[in-house]
């Protein structure tokens, strides 16, 4: 995080450094920290209202009040209307000065779909300590959930699901909401036992319908992480083998795309064609892979939502960069950089949670072939599938064990 001293701030804020030492010390900036004699702050802290006034009062009143409604009744504004045209993001967040909960919130939600991962720690932090309303602090705890996978901290994660499970929830729809958040950010690490059975069902009746873009986005993510256990024998399901669900799914996911256009959903609509993309190329599919990327590319490039792009660098190997690369190689290069903060924080925590050790060490071609042996494919559909040849598909077998220290039959328990 980027830290600013007092004469910096000060001068940033347009106030005197001796009234902002006082602040820090009276507690009212949020994360100032002490070295010493000196205070330091961190460079996206927003300033404190000058409480000192009444009309700063009357501000500080109506700016945080519990309950103080949202534009949408749903944690995920960035994937509703709000956000409706592709490169208007700081318009639409400019749009809700009059709601500055919600302004804030879009505005984080907006900055983690660039990958500005610091911006978001800082509204969530501010959030959570606010006395905001019940959306505003479910989603500032998914927020923070977030966060903490790209930073690979278990004890951020662990608290971000805590500050959601305490919202103020005044209804059994409230609660419904909360059940969903904290499984939605548990399915990122492809944990998704814990959702609800009415949500496996793909029955979202109990959520808000604001809520249904969101909704649709994590049940493909759902859908995806089954058919990935399925694949390598993780999950066992009566009829069901091999990748013969992962070949079927996009049937379901390719009218949700349709509805997240007709929706005015863009965060939305680019969840869903990487995450359908991402299920093509798993199936073998790679024309309809790339189909889904390209149009996901082009909804992100207007406003620089590279930090969507990074988190399917894993799943989609090495044809992500193959795409990005005839678009723009400056592009590619900062999604790349930002995969790798992504995938380093991402096996962290994964295997925090699952008490393993994962490796980030594997190559493209290493995880294309990893991925293929853990599907029970023999060496030679291996090197069919990918146009290498079988010693190479021995040789990366080869490698994979060398640097995870795990059996082809285990392979599944690494990627």
């Known amino acids: 995080m980027e830290y600013l001293n007092v004469t910096e701030m000060a001068q940033k804020w347009g106030i005197s450094p001796r009234r902002l030492q006082t602040l820090c010390a009276n507690g009212k900036v949020e994360g100032a920290t002490r070295f010493g004699k000196a205070w330091m702050i961190p460079k996206n802290t927003q300033k404190p209202i000058d409480g000192r006034t009444k009309a700063s009062k009357d501000t500080m009143a109506s700016l945080f009040k519990k309950d103080m409604p949202m534009p949408r009744k749903t944690p995920f504004l960035h994937m509703t209307d709000l956000y409706s045209i592709a490169g208007n993001a700081e318009k639409n967040i400019a749009a809700l000065e009059s709601n500055p909960e919600a302004q804030i919130l879009l505005s984080a939600e ?22 905001s309303g019940f959306y505003a602090v479910i989603s500032a705890g998914m927020l923070l959930g977030l966060c903490a996978i790209w930073r690979g901290d278990l004890n951020m994660w662990r608290q971000a699901k805590i500050h959601i499970a305490e919202a103020p ?10 059940a969903f958040s904290i499984t939605a950010i548990d399915s990122i690490l ?10 496996k069902l793909g029955r979202f009746e109990p959520l808000h319908k604001d809520s249904l873009p969101a909704a649709k986005v994590f049940y493909a993510k759902y859908l995806y992480a089954v058919a990935y256990a399925l694949a390598t024998k993780q999950l066992e399901l009566q009829g069901v083998h091999g990748l013969s669900l992962m070949t079927i799914i996009p049937n379901t996911i390719e009218p949700m795309i349709s509805q997240a256009m007709a929706d ?15 299920v093509y190329h798993t199936g073998g599919n790679d024309g309809q ?29 090495s044809l992500l960069e193959q795409r990005l690369s005839r678009v723009d ?9 930002l995969h790798h903060v992504y995938i380093a924080g991402w096996t ?3 295997g925090s949670v699952r008490g393993k050790k994962l490796t980030t060490t594997l190559t493209p071609k290493e995880r294309e072939v990893a991925k293929l042996a853990a ?39 690494i990627l």
């Open 190 to 199: 492809y944990d998704v036992s814990s959702f609800p059975e009415w949500f």
């Open 289 to 317: 892979a790339i189909y889904h990327i390209d149009r996901a590319v082009a909804l992100a490039l207007p406003d620089k939502l590279f930090g969507i792009l990074a988190e399917y660098g894993r799943t989609l190997d």
């Open 375 to 413: 599907f029970g494919f023999k060496n030679s559909q291996i090197a069919k599938t990918l146009n290498i040849s079988i010693s190479s598909v021995k040789q990366a077998v080869m490698n994979v064990s060398n640097k995870t220290g795990m059996s082809r039959e285990n392979f599944a328990a």
């Open 110 to 131: 907006i900055a983690y779909s660039k990958g500005n991962i610091e911006k978001v720690y800082d509204s969530a932090y501010y959030l959570l300590h606010k006395h």
């Open 264 to 278: 005015n959903s863009i965060i939305a609509e680019i969840y869903l064609r990487m995450t359908c993309a991402a």
């Open 348 to 350: 962290k925590l994964s």
């Open 169 to 178: 929830a005044k209804s059994e729809a409230d609660r419904d909401i909360i």
């Open 329 to 337: 190689l400056d592009v590619w290069h900062t999604v790349r950089d």
